[in-house]
């Protein structure tokens, strides 16, 4: 255990380092960087599609904008998000970003960025301090929503189905945001018909090998199952191939509602293995270093800024997939 914690420090140490060094080539190469501004960047992970292309779209913009960036990996810990955090104000950059694990716990480590006055900005996940001068804004998409979209499609779906309907239910990461209110606008939504009862709901990590491990037991020990809710596409299609191996067909057996809408998830949607999609944007880069640049200069920034979302059947997959960035 403790030798495993100590790896994931120096691997999050060592990330911190490589990305501050590629970044600064980067500056190198626009030649004009000198007063462009510095963000550090305290990443979830790489656990989902969803997260690489939120990586890739973070990297990108920075370069594009000009802005310097020290990138960190935190492997899905808290701790070594905290410790990023530290890195950065002990480095002095210009502003923070990151996007918080979990919800709770980051008021030590957001006050002593504010002490040393330097801007943080959350970024696709919150935090639940009550203590919003912590934070410039919160940038990101309304997971309530998401989830409630997942439970409105439920319930048009089974209208005309007579009988209770057993859903078992894929949970994000503990504690994360997205995780607690995709539970609570899905749970909300699906309040409207009394048939629809969430009869198992257990983490699978936002990962696809957890999504299938957590399938595989729900498969065993749950008879009847008539629809998957997953909070991202990773564990449903982890999910699909726990269905499959138990001899049935997933999006007809069982249904399939997720959450992201990544290519993979896409793809398997245009195919009907999984019956509806609701949008989760990754590609917050740009308004991220716009909104960096306002809160650097001093200017005024809404405390909110919401992602605009929509969701998809697999007809509508069909049409879009060719066009997809992510
Ligand atoms: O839905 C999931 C990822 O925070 C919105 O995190 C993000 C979620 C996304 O792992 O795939």
Known sequence: MFKKSLVAVVAATLALTACGGGSDAGGGAGGGSDDGITMGFAQVGAESGWRTANTKS????????????KFSDAQQKQENQIKAIRSYIQQQVDVIAFSPVVESGWDTVLK???????????????VDSSDTSLYKTFLGSDFVEEGKKAGDWLVEDSASTDGPINIVELQGTTGAAPAIDRKEGFEAAIAADPDLKIVQSQTGDFTRSGGKQVMEAFLKNTPDIDVVYAHNDDMGLGAIEAIEAAGKVPGKDIKIITVDAVKDGMTALSEGKINYIVECN????????????KVVAG????ARVVTEESAFTPEQAKEVLASREY
């Open 282 to 293: 990754p590609l917050l880069g740009d308004q991220l270093m716009d909104l960096a640049e």
């Open 112 to 126: 002593e960025a504010k002490d040393a006055d330097i801007p943080v900005i959350l970024t696709d996940r919150s």
């Open 58 to 69: 973070v990297q990108d913009s920075a370069k594009e904008a000009g802005v310097e960036l």
């Open 299 to 302: 200017e005024e920034v809404p």
